[in-house]
């Protein structure tokens, strides 16, 4: 065994210490190869529909399309018969008196505010659900509609019948399906207008012909091009109904941004609905 200077090894071994000093704090610093990728720092997801400001565009690209207009708070009030068959259509989501949405709505706003200026109706309602009659209805139901338009446990009301028939479950179904906020988007403006029943024009009975086309990215498949054939399912739906038979809020809104990649809907927006033009900036 060869007995080395105790000062010389002192030196020896504070160098050494040095240099391991040195060289752990650079490896702190450098990211080591083939780190995972969970230890790098990665962008955040973008926002989904659900998002506050996402969503704010939403209500005003349904409205756009609804009632012509952007300001979607102004639509508590709206109700007219448009001639679809589902008699009176009204508020924030066409809310229609021949399709129960309106008659859950009345039931809701007459559950918080028992004697409001539309529970009377609760039985007409529950009469003409299914059919486009006014029987019972007319001549004071817009009237007493407006006056409860006023009414903010009204609007309350509203917003949450819109969210739990329409927009959540809209959403929801997106998002399982891989889809971000314009895809999520497209589901929630199918279901306002198509609704979610059984029929070949239901927002349920679209996404199924869209997948016999395309697989969503949930399933592994492109979201161009999925999104395609849902946009594609939703123009047939919209053409077996005269009174939807204008594709416009498909073909110069939706698609629009699809062509230009737009996927989470991200401002500045520019679209035309019924020859409108409308800008989110």
């Known amino acids: 065994m060869v007995h080395q200077n105790p000062e010389t090894s002192r030196t020896a071994g504070a160098s050494r210490r ?8 650079w490896l702190a610093a450098v990211p080591l190869l083939g780190a995972a990728p969970h230890a790098m720092a990665s962008p955040a997801a973008a926002p989904g529909l659900d998002d506050p400001a996402k969503k704010e565009i939403a ?10 207009s952007l300001d979607w708070k102004a639509q508590y009030k709206y109700i007219e018969d448009i001639g679809d068959g589902r008699g009176y259509t009204a ?9 129960g949405d309106m008659l859950d709505l009345v039931q809701l706003y007459t559950d ?4 409001n200026v539309l529970a009377k109706y609760l039985p007409a309602l529950r009469k003409v659900d299914g059919s486009d009659s006014h029987a019972g209805l007319d001549p004071d139901f817009t009237k007493d509609w407006r006056t409860a338009a006023k009414d903010t446990a009204f609007q ?8 739990r028939v329409y927009f959540d479950p809209a959403v929801a179904q997106g998002k399982a399906d891989g889809l971000r906020a314009l895809g999520q988007f497209a589901y929630y403006d199918a279901i ?3 609704g979610d029943g ?5 927002f349920g009975s679209i996404r199924k012909r869209a997948l016999r086309s395309a697989e969503p ?24 109904e005269e009174a939807h038979s204008d594709t416009s809020r498909v073909d110069t809104e939706q698609r629009v941004f699809l062509r230009k990649g737009n996927l989470d809907l991200k401002p500045p927006l520019d679209w035309k609905v019924y020859g409108d033009s409308y800008h989110i900036g």
């Open 18 to 25: 040095a240099v391991l000093t040195l060289l752990r704090a």
């Open 59 to 68: 209500m005003k690209l349904v409205s756009s399309a609804e009632n012509s």
């Open 91 to 99: 508020g924030i989501i066409g809310f229609c008196s021949g399709t």
């Open 112 to 115: 918080r505010r028992p004697g």
């Open 156 to 163: 309350q009301a509203q917003n949450d019948e819109r969210d």
């Open 192 to 194: 306002v207008m198509h």
């Open 198 to 202: 059984d029929d070949p024009t239901s």
């Open 217 to 240: 990215p949930a399933r592994g498949g492109d979201e161009v091009t999925y999104l395609n054939a849902f946009l594609d399912a939703r123009v047939w739906a919209m053409k077996q």
